[in-house]
């Protein structure tokens, strides 16, 4: 007799109930356990889901601090979803954001300045399709071989008095990308370790943003 394939365990948080987080949804089916969202919409609450009306980034900081992590957290909300997150986390240690170093990123194909002094990269010069399922070495919707994986281009990024600190989002489906949640808690806790000025960079094989940020030492009592 053939086995039952063993449903996988919801495992992953929505950070964002719009049109991406909605994708999200559909396509990562029975593995959201929740999906969080400040004004959801009714074709949420039309899934069967857990919907919790919130801000994502704080519901994030609260999430992150409990014995019980969720694996993967999915941000799909319109902002640096890893700076904002650690300027709520680690507000001890007074955040601020930095101009960016000069860097060399002429290699990179699309580069954009953001109006929070971040940058915005993407390996293609067009808009990608959203169902793109992020081929190993090629770019799926030109066949060309892509000439690296830009969350690894982001993390050798090495500029003088400054640290890095780059979190790789996972694909875990067509055009659904996720982070580990224990990586973000490792970032935590290098920078509470070691204070100062940080390139913090979030990204996929093509896509990714980058963004400095100081924190000082923790006063003491």
Not at 13 to 36: E, I, P, Q, T
Not at 171 to 195: C, M, N, T
């Amino acid at each position: 007799m053939m086995q039952k394939s063993k449903q996988q365990k919801p495992d992953v948080v929505v950070l964002g109930g719009g049109r991406f987080g909605c994708l999200a949804v559909d396509r990562l089916g029975k593995r959201v356990a929740m999906v969080v969202e400040k004004s959801s919409t009714p074709y949420l609450y039309k899934k069967d889901v857990k919907v919790i009306e919130a801000d994502a980034v704080e519901t994030a900081v609260s999430l992150l601090r409990e014995d019980s992590l969720p694996k993967w957290l999915v941000p799909a909300v319109p902002v640096h979803f890893l700076a904002k997150w650690l300027f709520l986390e680690l507000d001890f240690l007074q955040p601020e954001i930095m101009p960016l170093p000069e860097m060399d990123l002429a290699d990179i194909t699309s580069v954009i300045n953001g109006k929070e002094n971040q940058l915005y990269f993407s390996m293609a010069d067009f808009l990608c399709p959203d169902d793109c399922p992020e081929p190993l070495d090629h770019c799926f919707h030109t066949g060309r071989k892509r000439k690296f994986q830009l969350f690894e281009r982001l993390a050798a990024i090495n500029s003088p008095g400054w640290q890095n600190a780059t979190l790789r989002s996972h694909q875990l489906a067509p055009g659904v990308g996720g982070f580990k949640a224990e990586k973000l808690l490792e970032i935590r806790a290098k920078i509470i370790a070691h204070p100062g000025k940080w390139l913090i960079a979030s990204a996929c094989r093509c896509h990714g943003v980058l963004q400095g940020m100081a924190f000082k030492p923790p006063r003491e009592i």
